[in-house]
T-cell receptor, first 109, second 114 residues
Framework: GQSLEQPSEVTAVEGAIVQINCTYQ??????LSWYQQHDGGAPTFLSY????GLEETGRFSSFLSRSDSYGYLLLQELQMKDSASYFC??????????FGKGTRLHILP | DTEVTQTPKHLVMGMTNKKSLKCEQH?????MYWYKQKAKKPPELMFV???????INESVPSRFSPECPNSSLLNLHLHALQPEDSALYLC?????????????FGQGTRLTVV
């Protein structure tokens, strides 16, 4: 299988830190990516992990554990503009990219 | 340049019409994708082209016909669509062939079938 699981909604306060988890099925797995999508917009690439560990890009970090088939996106110093849907996406060795169902992030002032 | 360009941005078509969606990238990526996205749902994979050859068709109805004229261009030909085909159609590209470390999306074509 190639499905991914992530929470449907997360709520956090402006200025706080939030973590969005993603578990995936391992068959043919190559890497895990994260995308942000605002209402009415297109998915925007945030990060990619192929190896275990943490990748940091500004306020956003992404982590992968291949042995646990698990990854997460960490958003720090939350801003109102971070309110969006966040998708984990599984890259396969066959070039297939499959998206999780998405996590809607609500940020409270 | 990480740009994927899609045209048109909006399209309204009747059920008997034929239209085409276009996608272009100049990143040297060798894998190109079509996705369909309905409101509040994830992008759903339709087709993958790898090195200009169709490598994956996710059981998409034949009223959707992809074409890859060269390594920079991807088309999606539409014919006899149904109202339920109304959605955002997204094109994406990635390096391809096991070298994928990123994939970038165009802004999409918002399609309405009447």
């Amino acid at each position: 299988g190639q499905s991914l699981e992530q929470p449907s909604e997360v709520t956090a306060v402006e200025g706080a830190i939030v973590q969005i988890n993603c578990t995936y099925q391992t068959s043919g797995f190559y890497g895990l990516s994260w995308y942000q999508q605002h209402d009415g917009g297109a998915p925007t690439f945030l990060s990619y992990n192929a190896l275990d560990g943490l990748e940091e890009t500004g306020r956003f970090s992404s982590f992968l554990s291949r042995s646990d088939s698990y990854g997460y996106l960490l958003l720090q110093e939350l801003q109102m503009k971070d309110s969006a849907s966040y998708f984990c996406a599984r890259f396969g060795r066959d070039d297939k990219i499959i998206f999780g169902k998405g996590t809607r992030l609500h940020i409270l002032p | 340049d990480t740009e994927v360009t899609q045209t048109p941005k909006h399209l309204v078509m009747g059920m008997t019409n034929k239209k085409s969606l276009k996608c272009e990238q100049h990143m040297g990526h060798r894998a190109m994708y079509w996705y369909k996205q309905k409101a509040k749902k994830p992008p759903e994979l339709m087709f993958v082209y790898s090195y200009e050859k169709l490598s994956i068709n996710e059981s998409v109805p034949s009223r959707f016909s992809p074409e890859c004229p060269n390594s920079s261009l991807l088309n999606l030909h539409l014919h006899a669509l149904q109202p339920e085909d109304s959605a955002l159609y997204l094109c994406a590209s990635s390096p391809g062939q096991g070298r994928n470390t990123e994939a970038f999306f165009g802004q999409g074509t918002r399609l309405t079938v009447v």
